[in-house]
């Protein structure tokens, strides 16, 4: 059994490849500034926060032995100047990063979602919606919260042992040298765990992803769902997801504490040889008892560091893994696209060509071979024929969704490839079956493809195409706002309402396909009237089930067989007594019988 793409992982574990990581340089060096000034912060911070041991060390070994309260009370009063400063700029950086971090990750956003607007159907068609989703939306924050605060923390933390280490060996070497004993241990265990640690972590992402990929198919698939009362597998199929997902994440955190717990035993271990070292191996005085508190600070702060800067690193090998994927999706090819010096498609008179155009949407298996033929400015073209014959593919292909395999299709005599998309594009009108409903209200939606028309031009289109009396029953009337994919509007509502979106477009060439499906007879012989008004001098290509809808079209084309059987009007096609006569026929009859 093929497996649903929701049960597919992403691809994460990816050789590191440092250019994905300097590739996203261009992202950090935007805010370098900012950057620098958070480092800066946050060293001095560090800096001061390790004052704090050494007043410890003075306060024990020399103030308290002395019995001296002034002075207990300065090495106090210096103590809270530490912390406070500390913790101010502390904050002060977080903020600072913050703000930078979010301004990257709306950055990283736009440049992905400008991508996502211009891939092909195709991209669309071939994977989970929720997988896009994460990679816009989760892999996105992982990211760029690794560009900002990963790398000042990775910085920091060096700083951090270097100063420690400092500081360390000038309070007593002989100590420093029992905590860096613990080292190699450390190492050893890190090296055993972490790639295990980073696997699992892993697998939690992808669980976590396929999880997203099935919650979103699920809701956007809601009404199938229960119009065929799939709750119960549904129900099935998520907890199985989500058990994944869950044995995934203990996994992960089981790995994570056992590193945890090691770590801490070697702490312990190595706190355990500083005291015995301290207090029996050199012994009182020549080492201070404030020395040993102090140096027991400071292995803590020297450990710290080190396990900070191997989750960092996880982290990191993690985050190029993210940034692969998200270059991935950038790198997407556009397949249709402007040619080098594309020419701007000047107003369109509405003559259509096709020149033995031949079209595969998968090699070797062709649609359309060497189809031809020419349709006056003005004229209104049918396409009809057996379902997967074609014709939404022919529409399709005047709008240069997709480019040819062979032949040329030639608007007032340009060839389309030529020309820029937007200019092309902006002058058709096309109206699918599925007419779609954005959220905003019945005016933005009307308004969507002009957007400076005025509330006039609004009605006086859905007048035209028998809108306007159910938008004004509306609640709102006109300004009644739509829920996503405009529910609350019946199928034949919704694509009255996108023809008068398509009306107040004013397009050159108007392609309807299968436009007036969902409208009822009663309906569509009403909008009859306001169809042919909108016909009027525009090119119309028009795929309508029912055949009185396009009776009177200038020209009916019999599509089948990859290419056209039959042409001609209505008249003329009944006489020839051959597909379309059969198919006319056909449907009076099943018209008669309801
Ligand atoms: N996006 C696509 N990818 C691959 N094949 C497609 C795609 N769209 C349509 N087809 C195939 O192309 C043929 C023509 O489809 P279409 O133009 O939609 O037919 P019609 O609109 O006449 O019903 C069908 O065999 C269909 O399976
Ligand atoms: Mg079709």
């Known amino acids: 059994m093929a497996r649903n793409k929701y049960d597919i992982d ?9 250019k994905h990581f300097k590739r996203a340089m261009v992202y950090v060096k935007k805010y370098r500034g900012r950057i620098i000034l958070a480092l800066t912060l946050s060293a001095i911070s560090a800096a001061v926060s390790l004052l704090s041991p050494l007043l410890t060390k003075e306060a024990v070994d020399v103030a308290i032995p002395e019995g001296r309260i002034d002075y207990i009370i300065l090495l106090s009063a210096l103590f809270l100047v530490t912390v406070v400063v500390s ?28 991508h996502l607007q211009e891939l092909p159907f195709q991209y669309y068609d071939d994977r989970p919606q929720g997988k896009i989703l994460v990679r816009v939306i989760n892999y996105v924050n992982n990211v760029s919260n690794m560009l900002t605060n990963g790398i000042i923390n990775f910085v920091l933390e060096i700083f951090n042992i270097i100063f420690v280490t400092i500081f360390m060996f000038a309070v007593d070497v002989r100590l420093s040298l029992v905590i860096f004993a613990g080292l190699p241990v450390f190492i050893a265990v890190t090296v055993l765990l972490k790639n295990k640690q980073r696997r699992a972590w892993q697998a939690e992402s992808n669980k976590h992803s396929n999880q997203t990929a099935y919650l979103a198919e699920s809701i956007n698939c809601i009404r199938v769902t229960q119009s065929f009362a799939r709750e119960k597998e549904n129900l099935g199929i998520f907890r199985r997801l989500s058990t994944e997902y869950r044995a995934a994440w203990m996994k992960a955190v089981k790995i994570n504490n056992l590193v945890a717990f090691s770590v801490d035993n070697i702490k312990a271990i190595v706190e355990a040889g500083l005291y015995f070292t301290g207090l029996m191996l050199i012994g009182y005085p020549s080492v201070k008892l404030g020395s040993i508190l102090a140096m027991s600070n400071y292995a803590n702060r ?16 993690n985050a190029v893994a993210y940034l692969e994927r998200i270059f991935e999706t950038m790198d997407e090819p556009v397949p249709v696209k402007d040619i080098e010096g594309a020419e ?15 079209f595969a949407y998968e090699e070797g298996k062709n649609v359309l071979e060497n189809l031809s033929f020419k349709v006056k400015p003005g004229e209104s073209v049918a396409l009809v024929g057996p379902t997967g014959a074609g014709k939404t593919t022919i529409v399709n292909l005047i709008s240069r969704f997709y480019n040819l395999s062979g032949g040329e299709v030639l608007i007032d005599g340009h060839d389309i490839s030529k020309v820029t998309l937007h200019s092309l594009r902006s002058q058709m009108g096309i109206m699918l079956q599925d007419s779609f409903i954005f959220s905003g209200t019945i005016e933005d939606n009307i308004r969507y493809g002009k957007l400076d028309a005025n509330i006039d031009e609004i009605t006086s289109a859905a007048k035209t195409v028998c809108a306007d009396e159910f938008i004004r029953g509306l609640e709102d009337g006109y300004k009644t706002e739509m829920y996503e994919g405009g529910s609350q509007l019946s199928g034949g509502q919704r694509q009255l309402v996108s023809f008068a979106r398509t009306l107040v477009s004013d397009p050159k060439i108007l392609i309807l396909d299968e436009a007036t499906s969902s409208i009822d007879a009663k309906t569509e012989r009403l909008l009859q009237k306001g169809l042919n008004e909108m016909l009027k001098g525009r090119t119309s290509f028009i ?10 079209c200038d020209k009916i084309m019999f599509i089948n067989n990859k290419g056209i059987t039959e042409a001609g009007t209505h008249e003329e096609l009944l006489a020839k007594k051959g597909d379309y006569y059969h198919l006319y026929m056909a449907q009076r009859f099943e018209e008669a019988a309801v």
């Open 87 to 114: 913790v101010i700029l502390a904050n002060i950086r977080q903020r600072i990063m913050t703000r930078a971090g979010q301004l990257m990750i709306y950055d990283i956003r736009k440049d992905l979602f400008a």
């Open 10 to 18: 992403e691809r994460l574990e990816t050789p590191f490849d440092f």
């Open 543 to 552: 795929i309508a089930h029912r055949l009185s809808t396009i009776k009177n």
């Open 302 to 317: 020297f450990w710290q560091p080190i396990i900070n800067i191997a989750t960092l690193y996880n982290q990191f090998i």
């Open 344 to 358: 701007e498609l000047p107003e369109i008179k509405g003559e259509v060509e096709f020149k033995n155009v031949t």
